[in-house]
């Protein structure tokens, strides 16, 4: 008869339940916009960003080395995304890997255009709505401060937006500064794109979780689906 100690057992089984959770866990997906390539001037490298890391992106430009007026404004590294009121992003597209994510967190600033303008940041709130799969609104958004100055600012989102189809993207500014900038854009909006005066917002260091179509499963490297 051959006898086996308890304790060995129970390290072993242990052992095997952390493997298995460990491999079915999927890894968060984490968007810096450092490896977008870019093309043109080394201070103005801006280009399109329609998708990235098997998310849509609507309204948005990815960005590497930020323009010298921008001097109290930067991400963390020289890349990151850049977007306007009402840019979106999501996962609902025509072959898309992605069936839905959880977003975690996100990096936010705001500026004025630097076609015209040399104010590098202005304070302002991202407020950042999730939608359900069935395009409905999850009740709670979030509200991402930016001071002003600085590098981009982290912002938690809501725990309960676990089956995330799209994120939409609003800045909040004061009423005053909006009607400035309104006329500013009016008078000099056809010449100059973006308008100056036109605040946009950088989002950067974006986390999230997927959850893959059928026949897709997360990459245990990088979280994507494949």
Known sequence: MKFTIPSINLLFFAGLSLALVARVTPKDVYSNYEDVVTSGLPLLRVVSLPLYKQLHYDGFQAVQQLPLLQLTVYPDGTGCALGINGSSLTSQYTGSP???????????????????????????????????????????????????????????????????????????????????TSILSGLLGPLLSPAPGTVRFMLDNFDSFYTCVAGKSNDPATGLCV
């Open 98 to 180: 992605v069936s839905s994510f959880t977003p975690n967190y996100a990096s936010f600033a705001c500026y004025l255009s630097d076609r015209s303008s040399i104010t590098p940041g202005i304070s302002c709130t991202i407020q950042v709505t999730a939608f359900r799969l069935d395009g409905t609104e999850y009740p709670d958004r979030a509200s991402c401060s930016y001071t002003g100055s600085g590098k981009v600012q982290a912002c938690t989102f809501p725990d309960t937006w676990t089956q995330v189809g799209k994120l939409s993207f609003s800045v909040i500014t004061s009423s005053l500064f909006t009607a400035i």
